[in-house]
């Protein structure tokens, strides 16, 4: 049973390409996530959506768009790919008043 | 802003000894402490936490100890073994219904443990 689930694993591509990111989770929470982890493993919040309503919109360049269409789906639309884009980007999902967040497994998006 | 500090950046040991790993955070308001374990090429995974209206928090070989006023808390490992070796992540996050709360995790910059057999 796979908690929280991301798509594809990765992710290879050229600058100036549109790419999107899939993540569902299928433990009933409200509240899901993206993180970026970079080559230093620094992890940063970059959005979260909770009932499907963006609540945490962090300074990242509008070429970065999240879309929830439902509770259990977080998908990362990057449009414009450029080279500092490459990372690994992990979905998370958490119930709002509980702190325990489940990782999925990363996407790691590398671009030439 | 937000900030979470983590130090040391990489702690070798030995097999059995402990390990501990310190965090301070910046915002006042902050009232939940996870610990996030992170194999190589694997996600984070929650090991511990805490939330303000604790001091300590105990579970089998790992401990987690919090400073409200010093805001500090930290990571205690005993006796530790070969498949401790990981980074870890401390965080810091405002958790509820009110006030805001977001459950934004600001994490620290991972410590690399290598627990040497």
């Known amino acids: 049973d796979t908690a929280v689930s991301q798509t594809p694993k990765y992710l290879v591509t050229q600058m100036g390409n549109d790419k999107s990111i899939k993540c569902e989770q299928n433990?009933?929470?409200?509240?899901m996530y993206w993180y970026k982890q970079d080559s230093k493993k620094f992890l940063k919040i970059m959005f979260s959506?909770?009932?499907?309503?963006?609540?945490i919109n962090e300074t990242v360049p509008n070429r970065f768009s999240p879309k929830s269409p439902d509770k259990a789906h977080l998908n990362l639309h990057i449009n414009s790919l450029e080279l500092g884009d490459s990372a690994v980007y992990f979905c998370?999902?958490?119930?709002?008043?509980?702190?325990?967040?489940?990782f999925g497994p990363g996407t790691r998006l590398t671009v030439l | 802003g937000e900030n979470v500090e983590q130090h040391p950046s990489t702690l070798s040991v030995q097999e059995g000894d402990s390990a501990v790993i310190k965090c301070t955070y910046s915002?006042?308001?902050?009232?939940?402490f996870p610990w996030y374990k992170q194999e190589l090429g694997k996600r984070p995974q929650l090991i511990i936490d805490?939330?303000?209206?604790?001091g300590e928090k105990k579970d089998q070989r790992i401990a987690v100890t919090l400073n409200k006023t010093a805001k500090h808390f930290s990571l205690h490992i005993t006796e530790t073994q070969p498949e401790d070796s990981a980074v870890y992540f401390c965080a810091a996050s405002f958790l509820g219904h009110y006030g805001g709360a977001t459950n934004k995790l600001i994490f620290g910059t991972g410590t690399l443990l290598a627990v040497q057999p």
């Open positions: 959506y909770n009932n499907k309503e963006l609540i």
């Open positions: 805490i939330r303000s209206n604790v």
């Open positions: 998370a999902s958490s119930r709002m008043t509980d702190g325990e967040q489940f």
């Open positions: 433990l009933g929470h409200d509240t």
């Open positions: 915002d006042s308001a902050s009232n939940y």
